[in-house]
Nanobody, 118 residues
């Protein structure tokens, strides 16, 4: 079992930046791909970004490409999402996820709220 705890959410003005963190604990973090997803009320959870275990491969939703950066520090069992040039449409609950494949995430955090004001 992998436990994931997100932090770093908050209220920011449009054009601002936030950095989300996701700390993993429990069974070994080794080999797990990590991802960030987001969800707004009444909508399905959507993919934001993902990173391979080595960090050598990263993937982004078109809506955040060029503005968001995913990274990880395996020594700290932590994955980050640097969000720049935030827009009101980025407002959502952001969830961290872990999985042995980039296409399958088995473990999820509880989420952190990000609110971008216009």
């Amino acid at each position: 079992q992998v436990q994931l705890v997100e932090s770093g959410g908050g209220l920011v003005q449009a054009g601002g930046s936030l950095r989300l963190s996701c700390a993993a604990s429990g069974r070994t973090f080794t080999g797990y791909a990590m991802g960030w997803f987001r969800q707004t009320p009444g909508k399905e959870r959507e993919f934001v970004a993902a990173i391979s275990w080595s960090g050598g491969n990263t993937y982004y939703a078109d809506s955040v490409k060029g503005r968001f950066t995913i990274s990880r520090d395996n020594a700290k069992n932590t994955v980050y999402l640097q969000m720049n040039s935030l827009k009101p449409e980025d407002t959502a609950v952001y969830y961290c996820a872990a999985g042995l494949k980039l296409t399958t995430f088995n473990y999820w955090g509880r989420g952190t709220q990000v609110t971008v004001s216009s």
